[in-house]
């Protein structure tokens, strides 16, 4: 079944910053992260990705610096703030209640 990219794409943000609660990153690897947990059905384009960091960035919901991955180009590592898991817990409780009501209203058994 493959899920339309539309019904993902407000939700671009909260699904970043779920990958960093996990653990610091950088763009091609929470990307990649995304591929593998969504088995292929949905990634980010590159482009989207990196206008989501700075937009998070300049909401302060999460930060940046740069990686000492030893030889090779350095990567910007991303982190989620304070502020940014305060975000994700309201993303989330709104996603649920969200969910909750298309439930309701697709379901087509009655009470």
Do not use: C, V
């Amino acid at each position: 079944m493959s899920i339309s990219g539309d019904t993902l794409r407000g939700h671009t943000d909260t699904i970043i910053l779920t990958q960093l609660l996990r653990a610091d990153n950088y763009g091609y690897e929470i990307n990649k992260k995304i591929q593998q947990l969504t088995h292929g059905q949905y990634g980010l384009k590159e482009a989207t990705l990196y206008t989501a960091f700075k937009r998070l960035e300049q909401n302060g919901l999460i930060r940046s610096y740069w990686g000492q991955d030893g030889p090779g180009a350095r990567r910007r590592y991303y982190s989620i703030t304070q502020e940014g898991r305060r975000r994700w817990e309201e993303n989330t409780r709104e996603w649920a209640a969200t969910r909750a009501l298309l439930d309701a209203l697709i379901s087509i058994e009655e009470e």
